[in-house]
């Protein structure tokens, strides 16, 4: 009984130590030098989280502006791409006259001076709308943004046009299966190489354009399961599930540090499988990012993976 003992104490041990050494970060080097910077919807107006919830206008909440842009407008992806993004993100909704206008709310209610449901509008009603007139961040007394001239709501195509080579991670709002086909067609019919795009949203749509344009990097909450339980399950094996492949990982900085191999040699597994890695800040809720030079101290020194960001200016500040 001893014995058996024994040997099940030494087997135990070489595990634990195959474990240790297979996934630790400390014996390997990243495979490229500096994280991907992805801004969210370009360079965009801030709130504080606090109390947010599906239904809150966030454009009645904002901090006091400190610069001019406004969220999904091609200038706001100009100025991410200058201050030095790598991807910018935006959102996009079908329109009743087949287009797809580049923004994010539901109803255009909250942000302009509008109403109605955004897919319920043809994209000439959309583009005559004061972007800018529901913006305060004084309850209401100032609204530093009203006035805006009409047409800055632009459509994926104008937004395709102007940045021609670089990558876009474009966010589908609904989980309707047939935004995956309208999309897919969009894509091909625009000339897009798609090998600068990646398209995350509902399960369902993205399923659908995963099948129509297999090498499209693409992402959802399935997508995501898929990849990170048998990771989880295996992965300290070094053994990378079929799931985790040519996709997109959204990871929380609560969960992130949990994951096999953590930072750096999860990050070059990924890279590997031509998986691109993402970190959110805090617990991934409503588009929390590293906002700030503060917030990136939180971001372990040897991560090279992409980093989300609202505020890629105060990011890149010297």
């Not at 502006?65 to 993100?89: K, Q, R, W």
């Not at 080579?165 to 609904?174: D, R």
């Not at 297999?214 to 070094?238: F, H, I, N, Q």
Request: hydrophobic residues 40%; proline residues 6%; negative net charge.
């Amino acid at each position: 009984m001893k014995k058996i003992l024994k040997r099940t104490a030494v087997v135990i041990a070489i595990l634990l130590v195959f474990m240790f050494f297979n996934n630790s970060s400390f014996f390997v080097s990243p495979t490229s030098s500096e994280p991907l910077l992805l801004a969210h919807r370009g360079l965009s107006q801030t709130f504080p989280l606090e109390g947010v919830g599906n239904d809150t206008c966030t454009a009645e909440r904002i901090y006091e502006p400190e610069h001019p842009y406004l969220e999904n407008t091609i200038p706001s992806m100009e100025a991410a791409f200058e201050l030095g993004a790598d991807i910018v993100e935006l959102d996009i909704q079908p329109t009743l006259d087949g287009e797809f206008a580049v923004f994010h709310d539901w109803t255009v209610d909250c942000r302009t001076d509008g109403s109605g449901v955004t897919r319920e509008m043809t994209m000439e009603e959309l583009e005559q709308l004061d972007i800018g007139y529901g913006y305060t961040a004084d309850g209401g007394e100032t609204f530093p943004f009203r006035g805006q001239e009409p047409g800055q709501i632009p459509t994926l195509k104008e937004v395709l046009d102007t940045f021609p080579e670089q990558a876009l991670l474009i966010h589908i709002k609904s989980n309707d299966p047939t935004e995956g086909d309208m999309l897919a067609d969009y894509l091909l019919a625009n000339g897009r190489d798609l090998d600068t795009v990646t398209v995350y949203g509902g399960d369902e749509p993205v399923a659908r354009l995963k099948e129509l344009l297999p090498d499209v990097r693409v992402m959802s909450k399935e997508t995501m399961k898929a990849c990170l339980v048998p990771y989880l399950a295996v992965g300290w094996t070094g053994y990378m599930p079929a799931a985790c492949e040519n996709t997109q990982l959204h990871l929380p900085e609560t969960i992130a540090k949990w994951l096999w191999g953590w930072p750096t040699k999860f990050v070059n597994r990924m890279d590997a499988a031509d998986t691109r890695v993402i970190l959110v800040a805090g617990d991934g809720g409503f588009s929390e990012g590293f906002d700030s030079k503060e917030d990136a101290e939180r971001i372990p020194p040897d991560y090279h993976g992409g980093i989300w960001t609202n505020r890629i200016d105060k990011l890149v500040a010297e």
